[in-house]
Structure formats: C-alpha cells, structure tokens
C-alpha cells in the first residue's frame, strides 16, 4: 500500500486529524499542500516557539517586535532601523549559488516590505573545514551567490563572519542579516484591512521552482548526496534584477501612500501571503489563481499556490488606486496583477469570515475554503522533549577540574588560528550608499545614518556586528550564548555605539533528538538571560532546525545580531590597529579558562567548563571602552573573542603592519584564553593615566602588556618571530585554499 | 544660472545617488535623467553612475546603450558636451561607442571591491583638469568586468594622443597597460572603473574624489 498523501507531504497523523477538525471534513488535496507548507516547521516554528516566548521583547524604542516581517527599532531624528536575519542552509547545501542569492533575496523583501529601504547586508556563514573538497565547493558558491546577487541589486554587504569547522561537514550555515531604513511615519505592516480592498501581486511569473521547499528541504535533514540531488529543484533561482525594480517600484508605491498592507512572498509563496495578510488583518480573502501569472503552462493550483518563484510581493491597495499603481509598476517594468480580493473577517464583526478561498476565477469554482487563521494560529504548536546528553551530567561532576591543553609550538598554534575574510569581502560590495565609515573585518561595522528621503546626515551613526560560537555552545549551550551575546555588545562598545536591539538566527540539528531540544531551550535561556542583564531586546530571529548530515547533528550555532547607535561619529573610530610606540593595555578581568576556545578544538580538547560571565563586570567594561573609543582617548582597539588575547595582538599588529613587544602573559593558557569581557587597546604613551583613571573610577581591572613597535612580533616566553611570517599565514589561508581571487 | 549636472538612470542603476551627493557637495544641482527619456533637461553635464542597469544581462552596457536617453547622450557628448562614466557607466560609453575598447572580466574571475591607488596621467580631460599630473589618488574599485581591453593599435593612438587618463599603481584587474580611466578625442568624455563619488569624506576613507567633481563642474563654467 502506498503511502497516505499527507505523509509525503511531510504531515504527521495527528496534524492530518488536527486539519480533518478544522475544516469539519477531509481536506481536498490544495488544501493539504496548504497546509503542508503553512504547517512546516520553517514556517510554523512548531517545535521552537513555546521557548522563544521566553525572550525579553519589549522596550520604549522597540516599534515593532518579533512576528512581523522584520523587528523595527527607532533610532531618532524621525528614522527607524527595521532589521532581520534569516538562515538558508539547507538550499544553499544542495546549491550552493542559488541557495545563498535567494537567501539575500529573501531578506531584502522582508526589509522592504515594512516600508524600510535596505542599506546594508551582513552574512554569517559556516562551512566544513577548508581541508574537504565538497565544502570549498559549497563556500566558493555560496559566496559567489552572496557576492553576484547583493552586489546586482545595489545592497552593500557590509561584514559578516566566514568560519570553518568540521560540525558544518555537509550542512553549511547560511545566513543573511539586512539593515533598512525608514522615515517612522512610513512604517507599513503586512496586513490586509478594508472589505472590497484588492490584493496585488507584483513582480516576478510563478513557476515551478521551489515548489514545496519550506517542507521538502527545510524542514528535514541531509541524508546522502544521491537523494539530495534530487532535491535540488526544490531550490529556487534569483533574479536581483527583477528584485532590484520590485524594491524601487514598491518603495515608490508607499511613498505615494498607495498600499494599505505589503508582504513579501517567501517560504510557501502565495498560500503564506494571502493567508498571513488576512488574517493579521482580522479578515478573510478571495484569491483567483487562474489570475496568477504563470511561468509555464499547465500549473495546477497547488503548484500555483505554494511555488517559491523569487522577487515575488504582495500589495494591498484600494480600488481607487489601483490605476497609479499599475501606472508606477509600468515605469519600473515591474509586473502587477490584481489575484484577490479582501472579504470579510472577524475584524469587521463577521465572525464566520475570514476565510481563504481559492477559485477559479472570481466567480469561477472554489477549490479551496479555510479559515485563513487556521494555517497560521492553528498551526502545531511541540513541546519536544528535551533532555541533557549523558556527558553532561559527568560534566558537572568535574566542575572545578580545568582542562589541560598543551602545545608543543605557539607560535606555529598562532599561525594557524590567523585567517584573513579578505578573500570573502573583497567580493561584496561593501560602499554603496556612501555610509560605509567601518566596512568588513573590523570589530563591527559602522555606517553613517542618514535620513532615508531627505538624504540628510544626522551626524550620528548606526553599528552592526553578527557573532556566533558553536564551540562554546557545543559545551553549554546556555553559558555559551549569553557569551555571545555579551561579545557582541563588547564589538558594539569598540567602534564607540551602544547597543539597541538582537536579533537571532537559531541554527541547531534536529529537534526530534531530545538533547538537540535541550540545546535550543537552554540557549534560549541564556540569550533570554543575557539580553534581558544588558537590557536589549530581541526584536526578530529566524529558527532553523534540522542541520544534520548523515546523522550527525551541527553544534548548536545561535547567530546573533546587534545593532547599536554611535550618538556622535566625527571621526572613523579607531579600528583593529597599532600606532609605532604605542603601549599595548588588555581592560577587563584577567582568564587564563581556555575551555571552548579555537585553540583547545585546534588540539581536540572539545569538552570542559566555559570561563563565567561576570554582567556587571562585562556592563562597566563595556562602558570603559566605549568612554575611550568615543573620546578618542586610545589610537586603536580590538576585543578579546576568537583566539584570545594571541589572536587579538596578532590581527592588530598584522592590519597595521607594525609589530608587537608583550610581557606578563604567563603561558599559552592566557594568551589562547576566549574569557569574556575583555579588550586589548593601543595607547600613545601620554594617554595611559587617562586610560589607568577611567578604569580605577569604573572599577575594571587593567593591565600593561606591552609595546608596539619594529617588525618583530613576540610574547615573552612564548613567541619570538618575524612579523611577516603572521603576515603571510594571515592572508595566505583563504587564497591558498580557495583561489587566488586577484591574481595580483 | 546654476551648473546642473544630469545623473542617467536605468532599470538597475545603483550608485545614482551617490554621485547626485559628490555633485551637490560642488554646490551645483543634480537631476536624476530617466533612461526612457529622450531629452538631458538642459543639463550642462552627463554622468552615468555605476550599477547594474538591465542586470548586465547579454554584457554590461549591451542593453541599455539602446535606451532613449543615450541618443541625447551621444548628441550632447558629440558637441562637446562634458559626459563621465563610472564603472557600469564606462561599459556604456563603450559600448555606445563613445568611447573605445571594451571591460571584459577581471583577471582572477572574482568581483572585486576595494581600495585602488591611481596615477593621474592626463589632466586634459573633463574630469582631470584640477588634479596634479602625476599625483597617485586613493579611489576604490567595485567591478566583475573591469578589466580593459582594446586593440594594438587603439592602444597606440591612446597613449599617443595623451587619452590615457588613469592608470592603477597595482593593477587589480589585468587592465591593459594598467589602464583605469580613458577620455575620447575630444577629451570632453571620460570613462573609468573606479568610484571617485566613494571617495567624498574622510569619514568613508579618502576625499581624492572630490578634485574630479570639482573639475568637472569647472569644465562647464570654462565651457
């Protein structure tokens, strides 16, 4: 016997059952693709969204909080920052090229439909080590992919993270974080309101690309390369182009105050926009799909309804107005068609409205009626179990007990955790716009704020940095992701901004593994913890479940993002650099913890007990630093993450070309150690009272750890060597490994 | 009268408004040209700004060279009309035959986005007559098809006739002869691949630009 259609569409019995009570009667076959799509767990976030309620939300500056397209932030002077990360791991695994430029694409749309124009872009990505042919392939596609869509249509990519490690063997990360902005008056949401009022679909044909691509691959792991080929259709193709006219067209459209409500067609394309827009509106919608511009001939109406054909939007406009609209549309050659019509809906007192009905024309055969809530409200909601791995309980017992790394060469340790993203971000265009003061690279990158009509330049400026850190989050999860997100605050603090709003991008493996649930639950908590300490809201995120590869689940990887404000940005901050003569001082509290650090992973140690985070301690440090970068007090600055102090002192001395003298770092423990809440500054020496008063008054530990200076780099006792030979490791790596892209 | 400088605008254009602000920061008025327009709105100078217009579709510039406005372009330039292409902008003028040889893709196969030190090699030119002969300038880059090429004898008459307007210290893009920027025999049309309206504040890195806006409006007065 063959297997029930629900299965193959990835519905369990029960949420066929669920569906059989909704509708009073067996679904019909489109309304079980809808509902198949609708009820994903990319889409529905079933298993993730009784935990996420636990995240702090709120604050007087937030406009608009998570549930909507993006999270929307007001930053001042009438503007407002909309921001939104999202993952496309799974696409871009199966091709890489597409994958990744469709995830751009994605984003963009989210951007602007909450009437925001799109200044910047930021792309976290993890790959399988650089020693593997298959993830170089993938990395190389993937970037391309970035580097060939943003840079078409006209987005600067602005930073990032490229990380290499063997838990992405098969299942890369892939996500993409865009920035917009807009005047506060023109904040638009994607709602339908208004009975009679028309729904517009504007952009690209519907095709048979993507066709079930929340379900088939989203929401369900990598097996073997033979059948995830096979899946390879279920990714859909970009056209920035498309995608470049479809955002000057609609921005020009709410310009003119002609849209009442706007979404962006995404995972489960039409089904998600008509039913998301009605019944956010409290109202109902009749969709003719013989109206839908159709790619190919011969679509049935579920391939129609849940195609993720790209550069897709969907207006909702007043019948007075639709002649300027098509009239704007046609000036950009971007397409317009009237699909649906708004009916009415408990909004409007109707309380058995609010339904979603397909037809065969507006007065043709209904193929489809449900309550268009039902995809959405009445989705699945999973309380998995969630359960600590074994090795966790042992864990605890060893509380106490430090792990021991030892390493027969630093220096060559040193060499080999340098990477230069060079490679990665001379692709992108980084400029556009003219905001960039702080491009790829640094600590976080800094862009003018301007006002997005009037072009006016507030003087002020906005940061934005992207960090994630599977290693500590592989060994506890919670600590791990308060520490990143305490980093992230830190990388604000460095280019002088504090900090205004996270969002998140939840990458972990399959949540029908109980300890992968614990993993997500717990880091959860500590992001809760951590932003709720530093008093930052999470305003949106993204949860991507299911990145395994051949059974083996990633380590759990929370990606977060944090965009902050520079209340005065007249000069570029100092950045990642030495200046000749310049004493070297590390703020903050001294670690020598090396427990989830790259440097015990480089040497196999993958377990132990994560360094503490001290909030108040990391609060005042974060102060201090901002103090003296906004001050201009030190003449370069660079935190304490990856690598460790080691690695800190060694980016500084490389991107400056300008070498290192360093004393009172006891081994190789405190000069790999990852502990938070610290940062290495360069200072002129007649500037170091200064430096030594702000941090006796904020009550933060500092240290002198030397000079900077010559062409030698070495630590007391550990390292001795030419500068050039941490030059060449650091810019060598990506070249050697992936293609010289320059040829210089 | 005010100088106003027309900024051409086609379906994926990108850096429109980035040059209308190096324009503005000269004092002088910026007009954004529609492409399906046939007319430069008395418009006393050209610039075709970087971007993507027709999404490079076929080859850069292959498509939108046959957009309304490039007749009035060619018409305005063919009187001695000042007229500048940046970037995607100097793949139009070439394959508008405006200006000569063709950008194919850059030696290393890679988009490129970076700084770029320039010599000023000509400052007989529309967009280099206030600039040092000589001077190295610090411009940045963004291109997949910067790398210029031409025929020997093209190459010839270029640096024969000083036609040679800019040329990269480090050449990123095989470029022949290091070429960056060129101008046509009038030397009132320049073109070249990198951005001098990216290079208008210290604040984004370099103000090396900013000579090349100012000899342009001053080309006008002058006209």
Redesign the interface.
Known sequence: MSEPIHRSLGLTDSEFADIQTILGRDPNHLELAMYAVMWSEHCSYKSSRIHLKRLPTEAPWVLVGPGENAGVVDVGDGIAAALRIESHNHPSAIEPYQGAATGVGGILRDIFTMGARPIALMDPLRFGPLDDARSRWIAEGVISGVSGYGNSVGVPTIGGETVFDRTYLGNPLVNVLCLGVLPVDRLVLGQATGVGNLAVLLGSTTGRDGIGGVSVLASAGFSDEETDAQKRPSVQVGDPFEEKRLIEACLELLDAGLVVGIQDLGGAGLTCATSETASRGGMGMDVDVTAVPQREAGMEPFEIMTSESQERMLAIVEPDGLDRVIEICERWEVRATVIGKVTPGPATGDVDGGRLRIMNGFDGEVLADIPAASLHEDAPLYDRPRQAPSAWNEQLRQLGEKKSVSSANVLADLCELLVDTKWVWSQYDHQLFLNTVEGPGGDAAVLRLKHPITMADTGRGLALTTDGNHRWCAIDPRVGTALTVAESLLNLACVGARPLAVVNCLNFGNPEYPEVMWQLSEAIDGMGEACRAFNVPVIGGNVSLYNESQGNNIDPTPVVGMVGVIDSLERRPQGVRLVEGGRLMLIGPPCDEVSGSRWARLHDVFEGQLPALDVAMHLSVAEVVRALVSGDVVAGVHDVANGGVGIALAEMAVRSGIGVNAARIANANELFSEGPSRVVVCVEPEKMSVVENVCQEAGVPLARIGVAGGQRFSVKGLIDCELSVLQSAFSDRLDSALGSGTAQ | MTTRVGVVVF??S??E??VC?AVRQQGVQAEILWH?DSSLQQCDAIVIPG??A????LRPGAIARFSPVMGAVSQFAREGGPVVGICNGFQILTEAGLLPGALQK???L?????EAQLRVESTNSVLTQQLDLGAVVSI?I?H?EGNYTCDAQTLQQLQQEDRIVFRYV???N?SVDDIAGVCNEGRNVVGLMP?P??A??????SSDGIAMFRSLVSSVMAG
Do not use: A, T, V
């Not at chain 2, 027709?54 to 579709?57: V, W």
């Open positions: 379906p994926g990108n850096c408004q980035d602000e399906g971007g993507f027709y999404g490079d579709y850059n030696r290393g890679k988009f490129l986005c970076s940045p963004n997949f480090n050449n990123p095989g951005h309206e990216r208008i504040s210290d604040l984004l890195g």
